[in-house]
């Protein structure tokens, strides 16, 4: 696909309020301030692709007892039961909520994986200077912010049986460390999507059509 | 003429006519460029009032009560927080605090300082920050989801007691399309435009 920037000048494009401006002449030389914003001014989101790899390694490492251990401890009337995401989904869909086990399944445990798989592979495929199905990608990647957010539903069920269910040997439930694995899965996808820099994809394009361009003329 | 950067893709066009009510997107990568709408300001403004009296009902009211053999529980967000923090979850807790109630409330809390200004047409010190802060909150603000946490969570204990819908529930179910309206309905770069005096 063409390039199809309008303007020739290399130009640099506020992160923030998204104003487009005449790139300054050296690169360096201290932070460019947006005009109209004020927020600093990058090209590209500084270090994107090695940030985005530190998170999404740290996810991973952190999915395993996320998913392993039990997120929280449940005892009903003196009988305790502890339960990881995967046996609090099952619980749903034995009690015939299907549609929200669906919900809890997708949100918790295919959404995470999903999200960790496609910026590691977004990642990669910049770093490899691809020029495959940019317009894909691109849609991927928002694809992956909408969708995120979704897998804190577990984290807010925990809260909300800890804040309701206090009840001594009656009813009681209570934390337990698999949560914290599982938030921290959910907070480190979260960062990883906002360190990657969505541009990056199509310098690949922008390169490759300079050339063209210099052999051209 | 003016020029658009898409905020994905980087690609700079000219901007594209947009009739009342339309969208414009990235002709090179897809991603929505802006929503015009003749009243975006005044629309989203009364919006974002609404979401700000709702979202005070949604903390102040519990949202659900938990019946058991004559004792009754209930519960608002605070709490939620508050019985993490008390089994020495800090980690969790502040999570939840932040995604909750922290971001949501602070998401709103500048929206209305700088779109009532916007909407008077006056201007007040440190506008540009405080939209530059709205962006900012926004991926960290999940309050849609803590509505379907509290769905699953009801479920759960519907078998073992009686659950009880509490006021917050309702205002939380209105807060959510409010809030999700505002900040689809906002033209970002016409309150840019005004915040910098260039419209």
Request: net charge positive; with cysteine; aromatic share 10%.
């Amino acid at each position: 696909m063409a390039n199809r920037s309008l303007v020739d000048w290399p130009h640099v494009q506020c992160h923030v309020c998204r104003i487009v401006m005449r790139a300054p002449q050296r690169e360096g030389g201290g932070a460019l301030g947006c005009p109209r914003c004020g927020a600093i001014v990058h090209r590209r989101k500084p270090e994107s692709l090695s940030r985005t790899m530190a998170f999404l390694i740290a996810a991973t490492i952190c999915y395993f007892p996320a998913n392993f251990y039990p997120v929280m401890e449940s005892t009903s009337l003196g009988r305790a039961q502890e339960d990881t995401i995967l046996t609090g989904i099952v619980y749903l869909a034995e009690s015939g909520m299907w549609p929200l086990a669906a919900i809890v399944f997708i949100a918790s445990i295919v959404v995470p994986i999903a999200k960790i798989v496609s910026l590691l592979g977004l990642v990669l495929s910049v770093r490899w200077r691809s020029r495959w199905r940019p317009r894909d990608r691109a849609a991927t990647y928002r694809i992956v912010g909408l969708v995120g957010r979704w897998s804190m539903v577990d984290v807010y069920v925990v809260t909300i049986l800890v804040a309701l269910v206090h009840m001594g040997t009656l009813a009681n439930v209570e934390v337990r460390f698999g949560a914290v694995f599982f938030a921290a899965v959910v907070v480190l996808t979260i960062l990883a999507a906002e360190s990657f820099d969505p541009r990056l994809i199509w310098d690949a394009l922008e390169e490759g059509n300079g050339r063209e361009r210099a052999r051209a003329s | 003429m003016r020029i658009v950067g898409c905020q994905e893709c980087d690609a700079v066009m000219e901007e594209p006519f947009v009739p009342d009510g339309g969208a414009a997107y990235c002709i090179r990568c897809g991603a929505l460029l802006f929503r015009r709408h003749h009243r975006t300001i005044e629309v989203c403004f009364a919006l974002v009032v609404a979401a700000a009296i709702l979202f005070v009902v949604a903390n102040l009211y519990p949202f659900l009560a938990f019946e058991i053999q004559g004792q009754m529980t209930q519960t608002t967000l605070l709490h939620g927080v508050r019985a993490l923090l008390d089994q020495g979850e800090r980690g969790v807790a502040s999570l939840v605090f932040m995604t909750a109630i922290a971001s949501p409330a602070a998401e709103i809390a500048l929206l209305l300082y700088v779109l009532g200004p916007v909407y008077f047409g006056r201007r007040v010190p440190g506008m540009a920050a405080a939209f530059r802060w709205v962006e900012r909150f926004r991926p960290w603000s999940m309050m849609e989801v803590f509505l379907i946490g509290i769905f699953v969570a009801g479920v759960k204990l519907a078998d073992l007691a009686e659950i009880v819908p509490g006021t917050a529930l309702w205002a939380f179910g209105l807060l959510i399309p409010i809030l999700a309206a505002a900040s689809n309905f906002l033209d970002a770069e016409l309150v840019w435009r005004r915040i910098a005096g260039e419209a």
